[in-house]
């Protein structure tokens, strides 16, 4: 069935997805620079994904699919610009990865492998709730967005004082500042992500509401 | 027996003004052909001026309720109804009232059109006025012209209202039968799959053509095609063996359903 | 599929063609030989005289079937009076109402009363019209005719009723047509070629008939005045010619049953010609 074999190339596409934000991660903790240049050669496999996925889209449209499938395809499609604009973030982290790898490492520490940790957790996650189905797991994973964008903020703040006070530090503190601002646009997509789950299973449009920290009431179903 | 509540729908119509009056108010509605229970307790309110869509799988019961709008369904020996039905607050099964009136407020379209052969077009539109007494040929003519204008046919058959009905085309035929049962000035049209026997042009033009009636009239049309009922309607019942599942605004059926049964269908899991 | 084999298929296609055909033929010659020996033999015997003379008496040659001719026509005439509303009435009741019991029942007489023999009919209005008038009379003759009519008709009416499709009785009903003008006007009418068919064809088979006249119009030498007179017909003329030692009448016999036999056709034909299909349906 042709929607089987969406969801199954949605899946794939995510499981590259999350290995790529793995590995660019990897790569830039551990100053990998070939594990960098892979990840940003692999990224062209996720964009061949979206376009197979939105062909695969318009297809199933022209059966005019009713009900869950209908939310299951548009959906679907959403998912899939989701994951190739995280390939893209991930991508930017290994570019970033590369360069700081040629250079001497910077004396800061910075919270970014808790950053990382909760941005890589959001989105398996998402995902997770995706092939569950299960709409109260996604809602759980809106409001640790905030968390993130906390953690950019204080990482940016103590990036920007070190700058400051060590203007030799400043092209690499950048690229750490860029690299950070990525994870963060990664959790958001993670989040893009679960607010499609929950209109999936919910038809509930929660996008741009739940903005104030406490999750709406579910609906019963 | 419990009273059955009345299914409502549970988001609002796009369409304002005549929203929230009612055309058939339909009250634990059973009916029976013999000891064939077909139809369950079936409670629903027709909005006026707007078009409600019948679906479900073969041998659910919609056409019997649809002919039970109109008393059609008397038609069959050993059949027997409970329940109350209501037409802008007039009871249509009272005792003392005719079923010839009731079909005067609520006409019918058939599946399969049936102009009557022996008679021209503009007989075919006039006869239900002229064999219920109507002589005034002023009035005849004007009714003709307006009951094929509002059929969108007008224009095709203008020059040849005396040609034989059954010398039209199929699709045309339909909206001819369309005209006859408007020319009575009915205040529902009841419409049984009108379009399944034509082919997809004619199909829309009997679309369109509902879609311009619904300002005036209000339209209960059964279809086995989903994608129409999606298209034209304004409201939606599911109905399932006998019972009616699920009323709703049609988007919400066709987007998110509520019952599993509702959804199941819908999505083609069964029926 | 082998050659020889293929050859032995084809050679019982045509086998079987030719047997058939040859059933054809043979089905249409008696009606051939019955025309062909009414021409020979009467068509040299009618002339005008045929038809607007009176049988002349016994022994003498020329004379006509005038009277049997006018005879005929105003039995007939009295048998569509009895047999056609009874008759149209009675299928439109079949077809449209009463309930599935009694209306078995009532066909079920019907199709008895279609196969009782016609010398049968003749003797029940001998005892019921005949008898009680204390003799015999047109009016008996019209009446036993009609009643052959009857359920002749009235099987051919609910046929021809029943082959309406329902779909108009119901857009009728639909509209708020009553049931009854549902019938008349719309039922009825778009079946009245049927009807009508089925009137002129029961009205061509009672119109050769010989035995029941035997007891009831009784034949006559001379016009008829009145309806309680008896009166002559075709038929009985021909019998009576036919019988008869006179070859003069034999030869009036030849030419009476050519005419009843052009009569019979042309009523045929008639019904073709009303029942062609003039328009082109669109399906």
Not at chain 1, 148 to 170: R, S
Not at chain 2, 86 to 114: C, H, T, W
């Amino acid at each position: 069935m042709e929607l089987d074999v969406l969801k199954q190339k949605l899946l794939t596409m995510a499981s590259h997805a999350e290995t790529a934000v793995n590995q660019s991660l990897q790569a830039l903790m551990q100053r990998d620079r070939d594990l960098a240049l892979r990840v940003k050669d692999d990224d062209s496999i996720i964009d061949q994904f979206e376009v197979e996925i939105d062909d695969l889209v318009i297809q199933l449209l022209t059966k005019a699919p009713l009900a869950t499938n209908l939310r299951l395809v548009t959906v679907a499609m959403k998912i899939s610009q989701n994951l190739e604009r995280v390939g893209d973030e991930a991508t930017k982290i290994a570019k970033r990865a590369r360069d700081l790898s040629q250079e001497p490492p910077v004396k800061i520490t910075i919270e970014l492998p808790r950053m990382a940790g909760l941005a890589l957790e959001m989105l398996k996650a998402a995902l997770d709730a995706f092939v569950n189905r299960d709409s109260t797991a996604a809602r759980a994973i809106i409001p640790r967005d905030k968390e993130v964008d906390a953690l950019n903020k204080q990482i940016h703040e103590i990036l920007a004082q070190h700058m400051v006070a060590h203007p030799d530090t400043i092209s690499r503190c950048l690229n750490w500042m860029v690299a950070c601002k990525s994870l963060e646009r990664i959790a958001d997509h993670a989040k893009n992500v679960a607010e499609e789950v929950v209109y999936l299973c919910e038809a509930q449009d929660i996008r741009h509401t739940a903005g104030k920290g406490q999750a709406p009431p579910i609906a019963g179903t | 027996m419990a009273d059955n509540a009345t299914i409502h729908p549970t988001a609002t119509a796009p369409s304002s003004t005549a929203a929230n009056a009612v055309a058939l108010n339909v009250r634990n509605l059973s009916v029976f052909f013999g000891a064939n229970h077909v139809l369950k307790e079936v409670s629903l309110n027709v909005p006026a001026r707007a078009v409600t869509a019948i679906i479900g799988p073969s041998g659910c019961g919609k056409s019997t309720f649809l002919r039970a709008l109109n008393r059609m369904h008397e038609l069959v020996p050993e059949a027997r109804m409970t329940g109350e039905i209501r037409l802008f607050g007039n009871d249509i099964y009272a005792p003392s009232v005719e079923p010839v009136l009731v079909r005067r407020r609520v006409g019918m379209v058939f599946q399969k059109s049936n102009p009557f052969p022996t008679m021209s077009i503009a007989e075919n539109v006039t006869v239900g006025l002229r064999l219920n007494g109507a002589r005034d040929r002023k009035l005849l003519v004007e009714r003709t012209e307006q009951s094929l204008r509002m059929a969108a046919l007008w224009d095709e058959v203008k020059d040849r209202l005396n040609a034989p009905a059954i010398s039209l085309s199929g699709g045309q035929q339909q909206r001819l039968c369309i005209a006859r049962a408007l020319a009575v000035q009915p205040e529902v049209l009841l419409m049984d799959e009108p379009a399944s026997a034509l082919d997809p042009l004619a199909t829309s033009k009997i679309e369109d053509l509902i879609l311009e009636l619904k300002k005036d009239y209000t339209i209960v049309i059964v279809t086995h095609n989903m994608q129409q009922a999606a298209r034209i309607s304004d409201f939606t019942a599911f109905f399932y063996l006998g019972e009616l599942v699920e009323f709703d605004v049609t988007t919400k059926i066709f987007t998110s359903p509520v019952k599993k049964q509702t959804e199941d269908y819908v999505t083609g899991r069964f029926g | 599929m082998t050659a020889s084999n293929h050859r032995w298929r084809k050679f019982k296609n045509r086998l079987m063609q030719a047997v058939t055909c040859l059933c054809a033929i043979l089905v249409v010659t008696p009606l051939v030989l019955v025309f062909y020996h009414l021409v020979t033999s009467g068509f040299s015997s009618i002339n005008w005289a045929f038809f607007t003379q009176l049988p002349k008496p016994v022994g003498e040659s020329g004379g006509g079937m005038a009277n049997a001719i006018l005879g005929t026509f105003i039995l007939l005439g009295q048998a569509a009076l009895l047999g056609v509303p009874i008759g149209v009435f009675g299928g439109v009741y079949l077809s449209e109402y009463g309930s599935s019991r009694l209306n078995w029942w009532i066909r079920f007489a019907a199709d008895i009363l279609n196969g009782v023999p016609s010398i049968t009919w003749g003797i029940v209005v001998y005892a019921l019209l005949v008898v009680p008038m204390k003799g015999f009379s047109a009016l008996a003759g019209g009446v036993v005719l009609g009643m052959m009519m009857i359920p002749l008709v009235m099987r051919t009416t609910e046929e021809v009723l029943q082959l309406v499709p329902n779909g108009y009785r119901e857009a009728a009903l639909a509209l708020g047509i009553a049931k009854w003008r549902t019938i008349v006007q719309i039922v009825v009418r778009t079946a009245l070629k049927g009807i009508v068919t089925g009137v002129l064809l029961a009205l061509a088979r009672v119109a050769g008939e010989t035995a029941p006249l035997l007891f009831t119009a009784f034949g006559n030498r001379f016009w008829t005045h009145k309806l309680t007179e008896p009166i002559a017909a075709m038929p009985l003329q021909i019998f009576n010619y036919a019988i008869s030692p006179y070859d003069d009448w034999h030869r009036q016999a030849w030419a009476g049953a050519l005419v009843l036999l052009l009569l019979v056709l042309s009523i045929n034909i008639g019904v073709r010609f009303l029942t062609r299909d003039r328009f082109q349906r669109n399906v």
